[in-house]
Every structure is written in C-alpha cells, then in structure tokens.
C-alpha cells in the first residue's frame, strides 16, 4: 500500500515562496510518476506539475511555468513542489498523487487526475496580505 503525505502549506504574503513536501512510503519512488495537483474553492482540481518515473521528464502548466519546481529526493522517498513568486490566485489546497510507472508530459499534456491512483490527503496554501 502506496501512502503519501504532505506539509509545508501555510499563509504566505504575495510574491514570497514556500516548499511543499510529500513523503511516499511502501515503495521504491523511482519507480513511480509524480504530480502536484491544486483545488481552489468552487474550481476543480487541476494539475500543475509532474514527474515521471524512472529519469523522469517533467511538466509545469502555464499558470505556475517559471515560477514552481518539482523535485525528488529518492534517498528520503519525497516529492518537493518549491513555490516561488507566488499570487493571490494561488490559493488553493495542494495534493501530491502518484503511480507505478507513469510517464509525464505525454503529448504536451499535464497531469490528469484519473492518471493517479494514490494520493495525499492535502495541505493547504494561502497567499494574502
């Protein structure tokens, strides 16, 4: 059984940075794709970046290119999701999902929820003055 779990969400004034963690446990995490999707209130949850597994080849979209960067440290089992620069229309909770073997970025293609079976319970981030 794939558990996951994230922290490091919080209150943040616009334009500074905070990194969220997710640690993976049960499994070897090179050998899974990973993603970090968010879900503002009334939106549905979109996909903003993944990784894929193996060498692993990633994918930011539009709204958070240039300013995210997704990571993994394979020795400590955890997906890191560093936000810089962040806005107001960031707000939202914050899920890291995984799957065995799962490319990324296939077609030019984001992350897409029904892709991943397992997934962390949600750490909230709040950008506001």
């Known amino acids: 059984q794939v558990q996951l779990a994230e922290s490091g969400g919080g209150l943040v004034q616009p334009g500074g940075s905070l990194k969220l963690s997710c640690a993976v446990s049960g499994r070897f995490l090179n050998s899974y794709g990973v993603a970090w999707f968010r879900q503002a209130p009334g939106k549905e949850r979109e996909g903003i970046s993944c990784?894929?597994?193996?060498?692993?080849?990633?994918f930011y979209s539009e709204a958070v290119k240039g300013r995210f960067t997704i990571s993994r440290d394979s020795a400590k089992n955890t997906v890191y999701l560093e936000m810089d620069m962040l806005k107001p229309e960031d707000t939202a909770v914050y899920y890291c999902a995984a799957e065995q073997a799962l490319p990324c970025g296939s077609g030019g293609q984001g992350p897409k929820r029904y892709e991943y079976n397992y997934w962390g319970q949600g750490t909230q981030v709040t950008v506001s003055s």
């Open positions: 990784m894929g597994a193996g060498p692993g080849n990633k």
